[in-house]
């Protein structure tokens, strides 16, 4: 299985950025979608974006769009651009890994916190 170990998180005033990492190993990193998640307290855990295995192809959720941005590299990270944060942004982003649409493969990493202060 696919191991992942997200960085970059930390604490932003509104309408600051900040940039989360998300390195993969153990596993072919071309082979997974890759995807993150957050989940901030009291809630579920929700998807933020989506990136196909080419990177051709992104997803993204209503409230982030225009304001995050995904991208991945050749070798085997992931990133989250976030610009224009909100409180609202507040959460644990986590990475995930799968090799499809469903998923199939599963694998997360550990999360990293992001807090936006206003």
């Known amino acids: 299985q696919v191991q992942l170990v997200e960085s970059g998180g930390g604490l932003v005033q509104v309408g600051g950025s900040l940039r989360l990492s998300c390195a993969a190993s153990?596993?072919?990193?071309?082979?997974?979608?890759m995807g993150w998640f957050r989940q901030a307290p009291g809630k579920e855990r929700e998807v933020v974006t989506v990136?196909?295995?080419?990177?051709?192809?992104t997803y993204y959720a209503d409230s982030v769009k225009g304001r995050f941005t995904i991208s991945r590299d050749n070798r085997n990270t992931v990133y989250l651009q976030m610009n224009s944060l909100k409180p609202e942004d507040t959460a644990v982003y986590f990475c995930?890994?799968?090799?499809?649409?469903?998923?199939?493969?599963?694998?997360w990493g550990q999360g990293t916190q992001v807090t936006v202060s206003s």
């Open positions: 995930r890994a799968g090799y499809d649409s469903t998923w199939y493969g599963d694998a």
């Open positions: 990136i196909s295995r080419s990177g051709g192809n």
């Open positions: 153990g596993r072919t990193f071309s082979n997974y979608a």
